[in-house]
């Protein structure tokens, strides 16, 4: 059994004052450190999702005026085509124009070339025709 003499109560009473001692020279330094700690974490934390909202933004941000300028490219690009292809056009016209004259004047040259060469070729048959006869015949005509 148990015997609660003095030296029980002088145990308790030096426990207490251990616990005290303790208390005062370990546990509280020790509970503020750790608080501390806690609460450098906690904001570190917070700073790390304040920086991570943050470049989230900025990625966002940067995401959208890359797709601004994806766009304006695009209608830049469409408008250089469209213009392109007016000028391809108009280039194509201009050339069947001039050719269509060119061939005009090419068959106006020709057609004068044909008509000088027939009416060449009509002196010369009726020439030619008399000569042939003066050969046949032998005499002149």
Known sequence: MINLDLAFFI???NFGIL??????LLY?????VLEKRRLEIESARERAVSVDRLVQEKVEQ???ALRAAKAEVAARRAELV???QAEETSLIEKAR????TALDVIREKVARESDEARQLLRKQVDALSGEICEKILGRSL
């Open 11 to 13: 145990q308790i009473i």
């Open 82 to 84: 469209k213009e392109a």
């Open 28 to 32: 509280k330094p020790l509970r503020a």
């Open 62 to 64: 940067y995401e959208a």
């Open 19 to 24: 616990v005290l001692v303790l208390n005062v």
């Open 97 to 100: 124009k001039e050719a269509a």
